[in-house]
């Protein structure tokens, strides 16, 4: 079984750029979550998806952050502009349904903001 | 305001001796809990949960303890393997809801 898929695995970009990540998840998981990771934390919720639909999104910055997951497979999540403190991982992860306790995690993009 | 915490960024122990980490959360409502394992350049995986209907959950050599009235969860190791090096973060979530991360406890196990 193919595993949640993540990319870019790095990224470097300037503050007040823009950048994307993609993510696909484990096939049949119709739960989808997006988490930030900053470094010495624990990954922190930005936002979980249930097929299309959005289910938690309070912890997104909405004026900068914005994520979609079209047909309720594959997400992206974008940042735009960037600053300094977006410099994270962010992990992708999916379960087979809401609630569904296991998450798979994708390995992650590293962002660092110059 | 960090409902996981867990005090111990680090903890070393010996090949084939216990390792024991530690979890402590805030937030009664909590009922469920899980224990995820990160290697580097990886995403975490899961490793062993417990529900608060519980006090104890074993996998083979992973046992997690839940003291729902010291809102204090642990996980032990027996017996300890290189291999189990990594990080290990653990989570609690309120009915199935959001998961909220505890800071991670490095473990190395020395051969």
């Known amino acids: 079984e193919a595993g949640v898929a993540q990319s870019p695995r790095y990224k470097i970009i300037e503050k007040r750029q823009s950048v994307a990540f993609w993510c696909n998840p484990i096939?049949?998981?119709?739960?989808l979550y997006w988490y930030q990771q900053i470094l010495g934390q624990g990954p922190k919720l930005l936002i979980q998806?249930?097929?299309?639909?959005?289910?938690?999104d309070s912890q997104l910055p909405k004026d900068r952050f914005s994520a979609e997951r079209l047909k309720g497979v594959d997400s992206t999540l974008k940042i735009q502009p960037a600053k300094l403190e977006d410099s994270a991982v962010y992990l992708c992860?999916?379960?087979?349904?809401?609630?569904?306790?296991?998450?798979?995690f994708g390995p992650g993009t590293r962002l660092t903001v110059t | 305001d960090q409902q996981v915490k867990q005090n111990s960024p680090s903890l070393s122990v010996q090949e084939g001796r216990i390792s024991i980490l530690n979890c402590d959360y805030t937030?009664?409502?909590?009922?469920?809990f899980l224990w995820y394992k990160k290697y580097p350049a990886e995403g975490p995986t899961f490793l062993i949960s417990?529900?608060?209907?519980?006090d104890k959950n074993e996998d083979g050599r992973f046992t997690v303890f839940l003291n729902k009235s010291a809102k204090h969860l642990s996980l032990h190791i027996v017996p300890s393997q290189p291999g189990d090096s990594a990080v290990y973060f653990c989570?609690?979530?309120?009915?199935?809801?959001?998961?909220?991360f505890g800071t991670g406890t490095s473990l190395t196990v020395i051969p």
């Open positions: 989570a609690a979530s309120a009915g199935g809801n959001q998961f909220y």
């Open positions: 992860a999916s379960s087979l349904e809401a609630g569904g306790y296991e998450q798979y």
């Open positions: 096939s049949g998981h119709a739960t």
């Open positions: 417990i529900s608060s209907i519980k």
């Open positions: 937030n009664s409502m909590f009922d469920y």
């Open positions: 998806f249930q097929n299309n639909g959005v289910v938690d």
